[in-house]
């Protein structure tokens, strides 16, 4: 499947191969990143696992993967064992989680524009922040309807497990 270019620098590993910049950290959320690496990676391994084993596999730290976690648990998207034995797994089929499922539980409700916040620009600082907070909401509407054509499944199928080492599975 494809999910369409993404326009950003190609950089070259040691292998001379071509990797993209990780744009998804650029114009998304690191939360959204985290959240469907350890989703994918619940779903393709099929077991529980611990947040320690998780965040040294999708390469965060523990504490922000717990908040992540924490989110997607929230929203009834993983199951959490609690004890020595404890550990996370996935408790939707990844052929019915959507992106868009995912996003909206991990989503910070953190606004451009606060009214708490003493913004120096005065009443047409407040105007602009207002004006683009108005834009964003918009632009998320349609990031939301477009995630929502996409699952968990979907994701997987772009991935070549078989390039995994033992310590990666």
Known sequence: MCFG???SELLVDREGEGLRKNR???IGLPRFRIAIHTLVWLAQSN????????????QSHATFLRRVLADLYKAGIVEAKEGRDGGYF?????EELTLAEIYTAIKDEEKICNPSETIKCG????QLDLALENIIDDAEVLLIEHLKKFTILDVMEGIDFSKCNEKEK
């Open 5 to 7: 270019k993404l326009q």
């Open 24 to 26: 998804i950290d650029q």
């Open 47 to 58: 077991c529980l696992r611990s947040s320690a084993v998780i965040a040294s596999r999708v």
């Open 90 to 94: 996935l408790k939707v089929a990844p």
């Open 123 to 126: 009443d047409v600082g407040r």
